[in-house]
């Protein structure tokens, strides 16, 4: 039965049958004694939008963190379980870190542009890892700064410094600084929440146009959000997955009653 919800006004993605991009299977996180994420398995899809909601403190931002081994730089933090990129596992003792998070880059909730021009920090990836130099790094610029949807509003500022931007156009350019890196997934955490009605409409727009080259996982605390721009969405509570499945499915019929009382506000 479909159920009444406060959300009636969103847009419904169709789902799509795309091979998986990541499989997690059993996995554990720890930081110290506090288990934080328990025994969470699933399969995110190959160049779709894939969306994490929960309360607060639910698990859902240290799980896309387990996703490019970023919550080893925490100290006391240990991980259980697999998480397989293309079917190799991230965790295994033979793969480089540093290699891993060039494949799957991560946007953090408020923009962190690096304090140097706006050409300095597309290219600053690329230089890091040799992927261009002279005019083939002008180019990789351009076309990343294209693809993040900036290009146009900052191609007579690459010179200026970055803290110049708009808060809306820092986070396209930290977007653009991703992009650059050639990934294969793009990590999202809680990208939208520091920016106004209008910015956060042009990085969801921009979401639905680099789904098409990217696979994107997003965490955020916006459930309207997550029903406009994700095919499948996934709700935390207590770092566990309680329900996993197609977003219009989630948001309009949920199979587990405490993802129900989330979406349609009764706690979190």
């Not at 025994?39 to 490019?68: H, M, W, Y």
Request: glycine share 8%; charged share 25%.
């Amino acid at each position: 039965m479909t159920r009444s919800t406060p959300m009636q006004t969103f847009q419904a993605v169709e789902q799509t049958d795309r091979p998986t991009k990541i499989q997690v299977e059993a996995l554990d996180f720890y930081y110290g004694r506090f288990q934080a994420l328990r025994n969470v398995s699933l399969s995110i899809r190959e160049r779709q939008i894939t969306a994490f909601i929960g309360p607060s403190g639910c698990g859902k931002s240290t799980f896309l963190r387990a996703l490019d081994r970023m919550n080893d730089i925490i100290d006391g933090a240990r991980t259980q379980g697999r998480v397989l990129l293309d079917g190799e596992d991230i965790y295994g003792p033979e793969v480089d870190v540093v290699a891993l998070r060039r494949r799957v880059g991560m946007v953090f909730q408020r923009p962190n542009p690096f304090p140097m021009s706006v050409f300095d920090n597309i290219a600053f990836g690329p230089r890091i890892h040799g992927l261009a130099r002279g005019p083939d790094l002008e180019d990789l610029v351009e076309r990343s700064l294209q693809r993040a949807a900036l290009w146009d509003e900052v191609k007579d500022k690459l010179r200026d410094s970055a803290f110049s931007l708009s808060g809306g156009q820092q986070q396209r350019l930290c977007i653009a600084r991703v992009l650059a890196a050639d990934p294969d997934v793009v990590l999202m955490d809680e990208p939208c929440s520091a920016l106004d009605p209008i910015s956060t409409l042009r990085i969801e727009e921009l979401m639905h146009e680099l789904q098409q080259r990217y696979t994107i996982v997003i965490v955020t605390h916006n459930m309207q959000q997550a029903a406009r721009v994700s095919q499948e969405t996934g709700f935390f509570l207590h770092g566990e997955m309680i329900e996993f499945g197609p977003s219009p499915k989630i948001f309009t019929d949920p199979h587990d009653k405490r993802t129900e009382d989330y979406i349609t506000g009764r706690f979190g």
